[in-house]
């Protein structure tokens, strides 16, 4: 059975859209609004514009250039033709793009502003490749709008791909200096809309804004394409730019969009993030398990639900953990710069087992306690200290003072939250506390150690070494420079902040934030939330469900009930709790609720956020 037959084809999912909503808005993009039959109709286009290049099952089809329609066009149309297509990062250099096209040897290369003058200058890697420029063409490059006007019509054109067939070719960055090309077939992208648009609860009403490349599959398949699967609209931006997203937020009536910690940092450097309403929004999901990126505060004043995945990644930080702990006592780090250097440092001086020692855990939290627990399996010997009371896991013991740690440890490990009171928490005379021969972790926070001092303790006899892998200022992408006064020491193991970076941890963090969203926009469940108190008001029992969120005082619930009564609702269940002086109340009414009811609930004195869930359909 075909893809186009199950309707795991691609290009079928805008043409069934087409067909039963084909005034409604799929894709607004530089400017232009494309309906569900104008989608429809430029897949058409495009279909036959790479029929003609001579584009076949099979064939690769690559793009680069910053997010834009002709983009998903491409893509589409590949899906229709059993083509395979190829979207490069434009954050790349030219070494890196002539190395993906030389592995992927695409059948055509469609380039797009800024990038086409670069892309000519490949040269020889161009040998054999229809390049088409959507813009001005170089020479001996087609034009995509001559091409579309000279491509005769396909009057029905067959959908080539099974549902294994592979049609998505995506390139990691590489943790080894070459990008790795992951091949998703047309089962894989359905099944993972399926999921997505089931985990986000999305439907033909929502607004996805998608400002994360579509070169990646975080802005692909987590947004995108489920959204187009499930007939929503689509705000397509060219790239990440904090002024555009706040715009879109306040007047286009996003539901949902997907961003990283860093792009939360820029948006927040806005004089307009801290007065944003965003009406729309009714959730935030950080895919990580910090949020000091995220005012707390505001949210919460917002009616905003804030959902991270504090559990996901706690095993691959502490393996990493002790894995530096070995590196360390093992003094793995000299030895190792010594022998790239041509040095064959081999003797036992300084060098150590960790069976026996003391590993000394500043910051007794859920990372913290992993790592003692997996640290008493190799033989060591826990303490710990935290500023709060923490019940001790296996046979780990507290100390009274950090002082005391630092003095005992021969391992020193920080699992500690960015406060005011951590900044700089390893300053030069805690650096003086430690034990002779003692090595400094830091997988925490990057300002909680002081790097100047650190570095001159290196200097020294007294420190083994240290490994860290945050840092107070650290490269917004590839394409920067690290820079920091540690790469000159031997003593140092420096990682790029990965310590929660596995494939295991990145997939238990998208299924434990996606879930928390799914139950919350679904139901109205909290569960994990940072902001909000837990609530958990169980199925349905009604035609409808109110979901009021408010600022904890007197009164608000009896207003709340004064109109629903006005509005001839009855109450069938009302589910209320309350903490840190916010409080949620999920209330089961007879009816739905309409937007005059909506808009009284909402003025009432002291309501951050109001919006109704219909019962599911039977």
């Known amino acids: 059975m075909s893809a186009g037959q199950t309707g795991m084809n691609l290009s079928h999912w805008i043409e069934r859209h087409a067909q039963f909503s084909p005034t409604k808005v799929a894709l607004r993009c530089a400017g232009r609004d494309w309906s569900y039959r104008e989608l429809h109709q430029g897949i058409d286009q495009t279909t036959a514009m790479l029929a003609a290049q001579g584009v076949m099952p099979g064939d690769r089809v690559a793009h680069l250039g910053y997010n834009s329609a002709e983009q998903l066009l491409l893509l589409f149309a590949c899906a229709r033709l059993g083509a395979m297509f190829v979207p490069l990062s434009w954050r790349l250099a030219p070494p890196e793009h002539r190395a993906m096209l030389a592995d992927c040897q695409p059948r055509v290369l469609a380039v797009e502003p800024p990038f086409t003058e670069a892309t000519a200058a490949l040269g020889e890697a161009l040998d054999g490749v229809a390049c088409v420029a959507v813009g001005s063409a170089p020479k001996g490059w087609a034009s995509w709008q001559s091409l579309l006007a000279r491509a005769a019509p396909l009057p029905d054109t067959p959908r080539q791909a099974s549902r294994i067939s592979p049609v998505l070719l995506c390139y990691t960055s590489g943790s080894t200096g070459s990008p790795k090309g992951v091949v998703l077939t047309q089962e894989a992208l359905f099944y993972n809309a399926v999921n997505s648009a089931h985990m986000h ?13 579509l070169f990646h599959v975080g802005g692909l398949n987590i947004q995108t394409l489920p959204a187009l699967h499930a007939g929503a609209s689509v705000i397509l931006h060219p790239r990440f730019e904090p002024a555009a997203v706040i715009d879109a937020l306040q007047t286009q009536g996003v539901t949902l969009t997907v961003l990283v910690p860093a792009q939360l940092d ?11 309403k965003a009406p729309s929004l009714r959730a935030i999901g950080a895919y990580c398990t910090g949020t000091n990126n995220i005012d707390l505060t505001a949210a919460s004043e917002l009616g905003i639900a804030v959902f991270n995945g504090p559990f996901s990644n706690t095993r691959s930080v502490a393996e990493l953990v002790i894995g530096h702990a070995i590196h360390l006592l093992r003094r793995v780090p000299e030895r190792h710069a010594a022998a790239r250097r041509g040095v064959w440092l081999k003797d036992a001086q300084g060098a150590n087992e960790v069976r026996g020692k003391t590993l000394g855990i ?5 990372i913290g306690t ?9 033989g060591m010997r826990v303490i710990y200290f ?8 296996g046979n780990a013991s507290p100390t009274a003072t950090l002082e005391a740690l630092l003095g005992e440890a021969d391992v020193v490990t920080l699992h500690v939250p960015q406060t005011e009171r951590t ?18 972790i830091n997988l925490a926070r990057g300002h909680a150690v002081d790097i100047e001092a650190l570095l001159t303790a290196l200097a020294g006899p007294r420190l083994r070494g240290a490994a860290l892998d945050v840092f107070p200022r650290e490269p917004a992408s590839r394409a920067d420079t690290f820079e920091s006064p540690l790469r000159d020491s031997d003593k140092v193991i420096l990682t790029p902040h990965v310590g929660g970076s596995t494939v295991e941890a990145q997939r238990n963090l998208g299924v434990e934030v996606s879930e928390k969203l799914r139950d919350y926009l679904a139901s109205g469940t909290i569960r994990g ?3 909000l108190p837990e609530l958990s008001p169980g199925a349905l029992r009604a035609a409808s469900r109110l979901v009021h969120i408010h600022r904890d005082r007197p009164g608000v619930i009896a207003q709340v009930n004064a109109a629903l009564s006005a509005a001839g609702l009855n109450v069938s269940h009302l589910h209320l709790e309350t903490q840190g002086g916010v409080g949620v109340a999920a209330i089961d009414v007879s009816a739905a609720l309409d937007a005059a009811t909506l ?9 951050a956020r109001v919006f109704s869930l219909p019962a599911p359909a039977a």
């Open 370 to 378: 992993q790592t003692g627990l997996l640290a008493e399996a190799i």
């Open 599 to 607: 808009a009284s609930l909402q003025a009432i004195d002291g309501t």
């Open 423 to 440: 900044r700089k928490l390893i300053d030069a005379q805690r650096l003086a506390q430690m034990k002779d021969g003692a090595a400094l």
């Open 529 to 531: 939330s940072v902001n």
């Open 362 to 366: 500043v910051g007794y939290g859920k």
């Open 266 to 276: 820029l948006l927040a450097a806005d004089a307009r993030w801290a007065t944003l």
């Open 201 to 213: 609860d999305l439907c033909s009403a929502d607004v996805v804004l998608t400002s994360l490349p």
């Open 386 to 393: 935290d500023i709060e009371a923490r019940l001790p896991l």
